[in-house]
């Protein structure tokens, strides 16, 4: 059944978390969120598939008065699905539209700025945990950066970074997973193509993000699915 006036899936009968502040909720099928205001820059959104069956999800992404856009959020994958963008300061509602009705998908969006986001100090040359959901900010220094992602356990992580010149998208989001063995090595230096919104992924259980963004504000958030063990982050001047 579809909305004529949309071409989109009408919506089954669901709750409505009106204001979202971009923490992480779990939408049912027929649940949607609602941010108020986003931030007028980079923002990142993640959704992960919590159906213990093969139901393949779909939440739409609809801001301002842009046309609903649909996001596939693939079953019984180790990783979320991945969407940077900035809405410019406008709304933004998330809808899970999946077919299967017993399709789980948890939400979360990340920014500096965000309502719902409280970073912590990420210090330059000591380590801080970072656990699911969680985020951290600091100052980078004008000259080469690493940051070192690193995973407690054999459970994939994802890290979430902000920061430096924007690209041609107009965007500066990051996003790097680690011990992901589904998708595999990929990115700079691999010569393949990570999956869409990643940086890049990595079997190993750690990675070494290089940057040079001078003394610029450094937002960092653990995007990993709730089931999964902390991230240690350390950030050092080369």
């Known amino acids: ?6 071409g989109t899936p009408a919506a089954a009968a669901g709750t409505s978390t009106n204001p979202w502040t971009g923490t992480p909720i779990t939408l049912a099928t027929g649940d949607n969120a609602v941010m108020p205001q986003t931030t007028n820059g980079t923002m990142i959104f993640a ?5 213990t069956t093969n139901n393949d999800g779909t939440v739409y992404l609809t801001s301002g ?6 996001i596939d959020v693939p079953a019984l994958a180790n990783a979320p ?7 410019q300061a406008n709304n933004l509602s998330v809808s899970n ?7 789980p998908i948890l939400i979360q969006a ?19 945990t970072l656990t699911p959901g969680s985020a951290a900010q600091g100052t980078a220094r004008p000259q080469f950066m690493t940051m070192r992602i690193q995973s407690t356990a054999s459970t994939v992580g994802v890290l979430g970074i902000i920061g430096g010149k924007l690209d041609g998208t107009g965007n500066n989001g990051y996003v790097i997973s680690v011990n992901d063995s589904q998708n ?14 990643y940086y890049a992924t990595t079997t190993n259980n750690s990675y070494n993000f290089q940057f040079n963004w001078g003394s610029s504000a450094v937002f960092i958030s653990n995007l990993s699915p709730s089931t999964a063990e902390n991230l240690s982050i350390t950030l050092s001047a080369l």
């Open 1 to 6: 059944m579809s909305d004529s006036s949309t």
């Open 47 to 51: 959704a992960t598939n919590k159906s």
């Open 65 to 70: 008065g842009s046309a609903p856009t649909p």
């Open 81 to 87: 699905t991945i969407q940077i963008n900035n809405w």
């Open 97 to 103: 539209q999946s077919t299967a009705n017993v399709t």
């Open 110 to 128: 990340v920014g500096p700025g965000l309502a719902g986001t409280t970073p912590a100090n990420l210090p330059i040359g000591s380590s801080i």
């Open 184 to 197: 595999g090595n990929t990115g700079p230096n691999t010569g393949k193509t990570p999956p869409p919104g």
